[in-house]
């Protein structure tokens, strides 16, 4: 005995680019686009919401957070290094 479950379909627009990198990561990764859309909505289901946080979509930590905060304000020069010319030449030293 067979079951059948009726399916129904969802449309979203996109950029052409958008599409394109879509579709070659689903191929690189062996899925399809619509099987990669249904993965997001069943994980999106169980969470009652996104399964990431769209503020911090790659799930870096707040410690990786805060150092890249601090590099993009300038705030990054707590290190033994004011530049990254000093930096290189302690390098060269060892």
Known sequence: MSITVASESISAKLRKDEK???????DEIGTSPSNAIRMFVSAFNRRGGFPFDP????GFNSETLAAMDDAATGRNLSG???TVKEAMAALDEE
């Open 55 to 58: 503020s911090n979509p790659y």
């Open 20 to 26: 394109s990198r879509f579709t070659a990561i689903c």
């Open 80 to 82: 033994p290094y004011r």
